[in-house]
């Protein structure tokens, strides 16, 4: 009786939480409740997912060097996975948008429907949207990072921003049409303007290239150029980031001569085009221009978002804030070009952001999907559905075989405890609670580095810490310093990582720092930098002794991270 007692409580247990891992609360947005979810694992939700022909089709990238793989993912609209591709040779920078390709025909033949998808390693592939099988492939420079920026259709070509150029290619079969060398480029989309594709660099330089492939460039002095220049009656509108604010210009495309529209906020995102009104965004504000007749600022509001923004319901403006609070904005125009700001919108998955949501209107079905920095995509929908809650598999299976393992441990203690055996129950009971801290083990140690963190008074400001000789386009970026008895390096312009050991991978990378780590019961721990060991390596956050692994060691957008040697 009391096996079958305690069996049966397994089975309500199990049961239980299955319930609840598949109903969840349902939430709403614009009348829209929460249909399905899907969850990608350690990794970021980092473009817009795009929904076409009854598919929504979602990228992810790494989030650390140790995180789960990059991939693209394909759904139907009731979250069943379509199929996946994963790229294990990417980085953490995969910020190239989805470009889905419709049939059609040209100078260089014929191709099907294809989605277009460019990798930080610096393949372009072109797929088949149903399966997801490989159409052809090409490969592209790689500097650190490889293709970052929004790719062009132009008829039957296929124009990608490279990491240092602009590449044309033939939809039919990936044959190279010209490859050319600009400048440097992150996140440097391609547009086309007249007969002319254009794009920018890292150093403000904007480049016009003929269909020919022969360029042309001006140095335009408004800082990076980090989107595509949006075209806008003839003219390209550039959001230029400097290094504590930015500028938004008019310039005309034939003789590069450059009209200054606004100053705004550092970090600025990609500017789009609702009902003919200019909406840019960046770390200060949300602000638009009529350019109607010529382009005048109307208005703004005070918002923090730096990647993507969506017009949604038709006539919204949709964007995520990219805070580690999180939550989605969502803006209206009053009298068409008056910015109002309906509300801000929370999920139970909000965090940093740069992904722009995906909506559409399927025939009397309305659809919208969100996605940032948790890997966590969540798909509202205009029809009333239960909840559904989809995993990876290898994921869903390990949770579900611990848990059992767990609750058969649980048992057996009960078991041995009701027969007076104390001592055996106590064993099972120290298994139960090791297994318990071993896999709670991440939250406990960030949790106990926010602690510390809270109680060191010696933490510092990066003012404070600031070095004069350190460009100032670092100021307002992650900066890390590797001190060795003989030399200092330092590295900075870095961003959106969420501690120091990912921070230290990437600032590493750029300095070519060889690392040398190991796996502890308490995290990784650096072994070495450049195959120098000595006693060990410390690292300070802001100024502040690290008391955890840099792996649970938490960091701000502007944190310097100063590793020492003993």
């Given at each position: 009786?009391r096996y079958?007692?305690?069996?049966?409580?397994?089975?309500i247990?199990l049961g239980?939480?299955s319930?609840v891992?598949?109903?969840?609360?349902a939430?709403t947005?614009?009348g829209?409740e929460?249909?399905?979810?899907?969850?990608?694992g350690?990794?970021?939700i980092s473009?817009?997912?795009l929904?076409?022909?009854?598919?929504?089709?979602v990228?992810?990238?790494t989030?650390?060097?140790?995180?789960?793989?990059?991939g693209?993912?394909?759904?139907d609209l009731?979250g069943?996975?379509?199929?996946?591709?994963?790229?294990?040779n990417?980085t953490?920078?995969?910020?190239?948008?989805?470009?889905?390709?419709e049939?059609g025909?040209?100078?260089?033949g014929?191709?099907?429907?294809m989605?277009?998808?460019g990798?930080?390693?610096?393949?372009?592939?072109?797929?088949h949207?149903g399966t997801?099988?490989l159409?052809?492939q090409q490969?592209t420079?790689?500097?650190?990072w490889?293709?970052?920026g929004s790719?062009l259709?132009?008829?039957?070509?296929l124009?990608?921003?490279?990491?240092?150029?602009l590449?044309n290619?033939c939809l039919?079969?990936g044959s190279?049409?010209?490859e050319?060398?600009?400048?440097?480029g992150?996140?440097n989309?391609?547009?086309?303007?007249?007969?002319?594709?254009?794009?920018?660099?890292?150093?403000?330089t904007?480049?016009?290239?003929s269909?020919?492939?022969?360029?042309s460039s001006k140095?335009?002095?408004?800082g990076?150029i980090?989107?595509?220049?949006?075209p806008?009656?003839?003219?390209?509108l550039v959001?230029?980031?400097?290094a504590t604010?930015?500028t938004?210009?008019?310039?005309?495309?034939?003789?590069?001569t450059?009209e200054i529209?606004?100053?705004s906020?550092?970090?600025p995102g990609?500017?789009?085009?609702l009902?003919?009104?200019?909406?840019?965004i960046?770390s200060?504000?949300v602000k638009?221009?009529?350019c109607?007749?010529?382009c005048q600022?109307?208005?703004q509001?005070?918002?923090?978002?730096?990647?993507?923004s969506?017009?949604?319901?038709?006539?919204m403006l949709m964007?995520?804030?990219n805070?580690?609070e999180?939550?989605w904005?969502?803006?209206?125009l009053?009298?068409?070009?008056e910015?109002?700001?309906?509300e801000?919108?929370?999920?139970?998955?909000d965090?940093?952001?740069?992904?722009?949501?995906a909506y559409?209107?399927i025939g009397?079905?309305?659809i919208l999907?969100l996605?940032n920095d948790?890997?966590?995509?969540?798909v509202?929908?205009?029809v009333?559905?239960e909840?559904?809650?989809?995993?990876?598999?290898?994921?869903g299976?390990?949770?579900?075989?611990?848990?059992l393992i767990l609750f058969?441990?649980?048992?057996t203690?009960?078991?041995?405890?009701?027969?007076?055996?104390?001592k055996?129950?106590?064993?099972?009971?120290i298994?139960?609670l090791?297994?318990?801290?071993?896999?709670?083990f991440n939250?406990?140690?960030t949790?106990?580095s926010s602690?510390?963190s809270?109680?060191?008074?010696d933490t510092k400001?990066?003012?404070?810490?600031?070095d004069?000789?350190?460009?100032?386009?670092w100021?307002?970026t992650?900066?890390?310093?590797f001190?060795?008895?003989?030399?200092?390096?330092v590295?900075?312009?870095?961003?959106?990582?969420?501690?120091?050991?990912?921070l230290?991978?990437?600032?590493?990378?750029?300095l070519m720092v060889?690392?040398?780590d190991?796996?502890?019961?308490?995290?990784?721990?650096i072994?070495?930098?450049?195959?120098?060991?000595?006693?060990g390596?410390i690292?300070?956050?802001?100024?502040?002794?690290?008391m955890?692994?840099?792996?649970?060691?938490e960091?701000?957008s502007?944190?310097i991270v100063?590793?020492k040697?003993?």
């Open positions: 009786m079958g007692a305690i069996v049966l409580s397994i089975l247990l239980g939480l319930s891992s598949a109903q969840g609360e939430e947005i614009q829209l929460l249909d399905w979810e899907y969850d990608f350690e990794t970021f473009t817009k997912p929904i076409t022909n009854d598919t929504i089709f990228r992810t990238s989030s650390t060097p140790n995180s789960d793989p990059a693209i993912y394909a759904f009731d069943e996975l379509l199929w996946s591709n994963l790229n294990y990417s953490s920078n995969d910020m190239s948008p989805i470009t889905y390709v049939e025909q040209g100078d260089c014929t191709w099907s429907d989605i277009v998808i990798w930080s390693d610096g393949t372009i592939q072109a797929l949207p997801g099988n159409f052809w490969n420079e790689v500097l650190t490889g293709i970052t790719l259709i132009d008829s039957d070509d124009l990608v921003p490279t990491r240092t150029g590449a290619y039919s079969d190279i049409n010209f050319i060398e600009t400048g440097l992150w996140r989309g391609v547009s086309k303007s007249g007969e002319n594709y254009f794009l920018g660099d890292e150093t403000g904007l480049w016009k290239v269909k020919q492939g022969n360029i140095f335009l002095d408004i990076k980090r989107h595509a220049p949006l806008v009656g003839g003219k390209l959001h230029g980031q400097g604010e930015s938004i210009a008019l310039l005309d495309p034939t003789d590069f450059l529209l606004s100053k906020g550092p970090s990609i500017p789009i085009i009902n003919g009104t200019i909406l840019t960046d200060n504000f638009t221009f009529d109607s007749m010529s600022f109307i208005d509001h005070p918002f923090i978002s730096n990647g993507e969506s017009v949604v319901f038709d006539n964007m995520p804030r805070t580690v999180g939550g904005g969502l803006f209206t009053n009298n068409s070009t910015l109002g700001f309906n801000l919108l929370s999920t139970r998955f965090w940093y952001g740069t992904s722009a949501p559409q209107s009397e079905k309305q999907a996605g948790n890997g966590y995509l969540q509202y929908s205009s009333n559905n909840l559904t809650v989809h995993e990876s598999v290898d994921s299976y390990i949770s579900q075989i611990l848990t058969i441990f649980l048992a203690s009960g078991i041995q405890f009701l027969r007076g055996n104390y055996s129950s106590f064993r099972f009971l298994v139960i090791v297994v318990i801290f071993t896999f709670a939250d406990i140690a949790a106990w602690y510390i809270g109680l060191n008074d400001t990066s003012e404070e810490l600031w004069d000789d350190w460009p100032e386009e100021l307002g992650q900066v890390v310093v001190e060795f008895d003989n030399q200092t390096l590295s900075g312009g870095h961003l959106n990582n969420d501690n120091a050991l990912e230290t991978y990437k600032a590493s990378d750029s060889s690392v040398e190991t796996d502890t019961s308490i995290g990784k721990y072994e070495s930098f450049n195959g120098i060991q000595g006693e390596w690292f300070f956050v802001d100024g502040s002794e690290a955890v692994s840099a792996q649970y060691a960091i701000n502007d944190s100063h590793w040697i003993i």
